[in-house]
Protein backbone atom coordinates (compact mmCIF):
# COMPACT_ATOMS: atom_id res chain seq x y z
CA UNK A 1 0.00 0.00 0.00
CA UNK A 2 1.59 3.18 -0.93
CA UNK A 3 2.13 6.02 1.17
CA UNK A 4 -0.97 8.29 -0.74
CA UNK A 5 -3.33 5.33 -0.01
CA UNK A 6 -2.59 5.13 3.69
CA UNK A 7 -2.99 8.83 4.12
CA UNK A 8 -6.52 8.64 2.53
CA UNK A 9 -7.48 5.82 4.01
CA UNK A 10 -6.74 7.53 7.33
CA UNK A 11 -9.11 10.43 6.76
CA UNK A 12 -11.70 8.70 5.00
CA UNK A 13 -15.01 9.43 7.12
CA UNK A 14 -17.60 6.80 6.37
CA UNK A 15 -21.42 6.78 7.30
CA UNK A 16 -21.12 9.30 10.28
CA UNK A 17 -18.61 11.95 8.95
CA UNK A 18 -20.63 11.99 5.58
CA UNK A 19 -23.68 12.74 7.55
CA UNK A 20 -21.47 15.83 9.46
CA UNK A 21 -20.47 16.82 5.69
CA UNK A 22 -23.90 16.62 4.38
CA UNK A 23 -26.00 18.44 7.36
CA UNK A 24 -23.97 21.59 6.29
CA UNK A 25 -24.87 21.84 2.51
CA UNK A 26 -27.71 23.72 0.95
CA UNK A 27 -30.56 21.33 0.80
CA UNK A 28 -31.85 19.59 -2.42
CA UNK A 29 -34.70 21.09 -4.01
CA UNK A 30 -35.28 17.82 -5.82
CA UNK A 31 -36.39 16.12 -2.29
CA UNK A 32 -39.31 17.00 -0.66
CA UNK A 33 -39.09 18.79 2.88
CA UNK A 34 -41.36 19.74 5.87
CA UNK A 35 -40.93 21.64 8.53
CA UNK A 36 -40.19 19.22 11.36
CA UNK A 37 -37.16 17.86 9.17
CA UNK A 38 -36.07 21.01 8.52
CA UNK A 39 -36.10 21.90 12.33
CA UNK A 40 -34.20 18.94 13.35
CA UNK A 41 -31.48 19.16 10.80
CA UNK A 42 -30.99 22.98 12.11
CA UNK A 43 -31.14 21.74 15.56
CA UNK A 44 -28.33 18.97 14.51
CA UNK A 45 -26.31 21.98 13.17
CA UNK A 46 -26.40 23.53 16.51
CA UNK A 47 -25.93 20.51 18.33
CA UNK A 48 -22.57 19.79 15.98
CA UNK A 49 -21.25 22.90 16.38
CA UNK A 50 -21.93 23.38 20.47
CA UNK A 51 -19.77 19.99 20.67
CA UNK A 52 -16.67 21.28 18.52
CA UNK A 53 -16.90 24.33 20.32
CA UNK A 54 -17.01 22.70 24.16
CA UNK A 55 -14.41 20.15 22.75
CA UNK A 56 -11.80 23.11 21.43
CA UNK A 57 -12.26 24.76 24.44
CA UNK A 58 -11.52 21.53 26.57
CA UNK A 59 -8.31 20.87 24.40
CA UNK A 60 -7.24 23.91 24.94
CA UNK A 61 -7.71 24.09 28.98
CA UNK A 62 -6.03 20.37 28.84
CA UNK A 63 -2.79 21.22 27.19
CA UNK A 64 -2.49 24.98 28.82
Known amino acids: MSEKNKVQEFFKLGEVGN ?26 KISILIFLFA ?10
Open 19 to 44: YFVRVFQKPDPDKPSNFNLRMMHGIN
Open 55 to 64: LIVWTIKRFL
